[in-house]
Every structure is written in structure tokens, then in C-alpha cells.
């Protein structure tokens, strides 16, 4: 099984190697602590009830040319807790990206995941979200292009909100696992007030994550992970390693492919290591001369245990620290 997990990570590298993504969604440097914005099947699978929230500073000190300086700014919230009794999980999230120009974006979906226990021990979870999708523009936005009808539309700030929905499935092993979701199903469109030629459209992603973990010592534990997001067109990979240290601190490092080197540190505090605190620094290694060198992401996480209400029984997760 551990080969099979290699050749997924191999073949990802193979078909993601020469092209990137457009931005539409906003990105997360720390993804692989919070799967729920990627993929709705990760809602309740922690067996906790837990709140994270992410800050990202993209670009810290980005200088346009006409606007001045100013970040491209994220917000992230998302909580989420099992429904162990009904052999499900809840979850919820909001989402507010902005840019220095004033283009921007906000939503707000619900998730909910079915998990399925395996003879074997290992866990299917399948998922969907929906929710609200806000597109807004305000009046400071300025095309690089004239005669854009969107554009020529706009004379104050303008928002427009769409449903969106996403499905997803994780298949989770004691000491492994790998998910993959489509997102944005629907592929909202917004006009606002022009005709179908200044339509902005939201195109389907498809995401493809994997992580492992391994225990070097009984204290020690590495865990490589890989992100793989396509709109069918193009492509976005990233990947890379965490060392923790006795469940409390870890370090490591990833590289999101023809764009920036990632470093990644946090640690957990509190009883059962609820109170988590991570912060990760891009280093942009591609296009420097068209952005700032240095983005910034600080997440906070705090897990609480599962509401008695159908608190059920919980399907067990052999932990691979004692399967050398």
C-alpha cells in the first residue's frame, strides 16, 4: 500500500509539472491542517468539534502602480464536528478574499459527510457542501483592458451572489489517506446587468490531496502530503514534508510548482492539544518582478470534544506510531 501512495505522489509531479492554475479560489499554504475548505467528506472526520481560522497576507506589501501599496487579504472560518451516532459529520465555512483594486470575493457553504467503516479498519468518507457565492467588485477596480462589458457596467460597487455546490470522498487508513473533490459543480456565472458576453464564470476544480504519516521514533512522526488542483485546463501542484515532535511542534517545508517556496512551524498547547497555532512564509521563486517576495499565513485552531447528541460510538483508527 505504501508503494501504491508513492506512485499516486509520482504521477501527480508527472502531470502537473510544466503549468499553473489561475487563482479563483483562495489559496491556503497550511491546506493540510484544514481539509474541510478543500473537501466537504472531511467534515466531522477528526472526531472533534473544531474551529480554525486562517489570516493570509498574499504578497505582503504589493505596490501597483496607480492604487499604491496594499495586501491581497484572506479570511477563512470553518468549524465542523462528527454525528458519530448517525455515522456523519457537519461542518460550515466562510470565506472573504479582497484585493488592493477592490475585486473580491465572499461565501458561505455548509458541509455534510457520510463516513463508511471498512473491514479492514480503514474509513470512506463521502461529502457535499452548498451555500452562497459572492462576487463584488467596488469602484476603485480598474480593468488593464478597455471595453470590457463587466467593467464598462460598473459605476459604483456591485456585488452579485450565486448558489455554488462541491461533492467530495477520503478513504482514511491507520497511517494514511486520499481525498479528492470537485468543486464548484454548478459553475456559477455572474453577468452583472450586461449580456452573456461579460459573463464571469466560476469553473469546476478538481483537487486531488494525499498525506502519510510515518513515525521515525516514537516521538518523531514525518508526514509528506501532496496537492494536486486542475480546472481542466491547467494545473497547480503542490507538495512537501511536516516533522512533528511529540504531537506538540512541528516544522517543515513545501513548494507550490512555478510559484513559491513554503516554510511551515506551529505548535499545540492546552489539554489533548487543543489550542493549535501554525504560521507558514511564502518565498516567491517565479513572476518576483510582478508580485512581493513574502506572503503570510497565520492559522488558529481550538478542538473541543463531540457533543454527547448523537455522540454514537466511534469508529476506531488504529494509530501506526505502535506498527513498526
Not at 478543500?38 to 480554525?52: L, Y
Not at 476603485?140 to 471595453?147: A, E, I, L, Q, V
Amino acid at each position: 500500500m505504501q508503494k501504491n501512495l508513492l506512485y499516486i505522489f509520482l504521477s501527480v509531479f508527472i502531470l502537473s509539472s510544466s503549468v499553473s492554475l489561475a487563482q479563483q479560489d483562495a489559496q491556503l499554504s497550511q491546506y493540510m491542517f484544514n481539509p474541510l475548505y478543500i473537501n466537504p467528506a472531511a467534515a466531522g472526520m477528526d472526531g472533534v468539534t473544531k474551529f480554525q481560522l486562517h489570516y493570509r497576507n498574499q504578497w505582503s506589501g504589493y505596490q501597483t502602480t496607480s492604487d499604491g501599496s496594499g495586501s491581497l487579504g484572506t479570511q477563512i472560518f470553518t468549524a465542523s464536528m462528527p454525528l458519530n451516532g448517525l455515522h456523519s459529520g457537519i461542518g460550515i465555512q466562510f470565506v472573504n478574499d479582497k484585493t488592493p483594486s477592490g475585486a473580491g470575493y465572499q461565501n458561505m457553504l455548509l458541509s455534510y459527510s457520510y463516513q463508511i467503516g471498512l473491514s479492514n479498519g480503514g474509513v470512506v468518507s463521502i461529502g457535499a457542501k452548498g451555500g452562497f457565492h459572492t462576487k463584488s467588485f467596488d469602484s476603485r477596480f480598474r480593468p488593464r483592458d478597455t471595453g470590457d462589458p463587466v467593467v464598462d457596467a460598473l459605476s459604483s460597487s456591485i456585488n452579485q451572489t450565486k448558489t455554488d455546490f462541491s461533492v467530495g470522498v477520503i478513504y482514511k487508513a491507520a497511517n494514511y489517506q486520499i481525498g479528492a473533490s470537485l468543486n464548484h459543480v454548478n459553475t456559477p456565472s455572474y453577468s452583472f446587468g450586461t449580456d452573456k458576453s461579460g459573463q464571469y464564470i466560476i469553473k469546476q476544480v478538481l483537487n486531488v490531496m494525499a498525506s502519510y504519516d510515518y513515525y521515525l521514533t516514537d516521538n518523531i512522526k514525518v508526514s509528506p502530503m501532496a496537492l494536486w488542483k486542475t480546472d481542466f485546463v491547467t494545473n497547480v501542484l503542490e507538495g512537501g514534508a511536516i516533522f512533528t515532535y511529540s504531537d506538540r511542534l512541528w516544522v517543515g517545508g513545501s513548494y507550490r510548482l512555478n510559484d513559491a517556496g513554503i516554510i511551515i512551524a506551529g505548535l499545540s498547547m492546552l489539554k489533548n492539544n487543543a489550542l493549535k497555532i501554525g504560521y507558514s512564509l511564502d518565498l516567491t521563486t517565479v513572476g518576483a518582478t510582478a508580485k512581493a517576495p513574502l506572503s503570510h499565513e497565520i492559522l488558529l485552531s481550538y478542538a473541543i470534544p463531540a457533543p454527547r447528541l448523537l455522540a454514537g460510538k466511534k469508529t476506531p483508527v488504529r494509530t501506526p506510531r505502535f506498527r513498526h
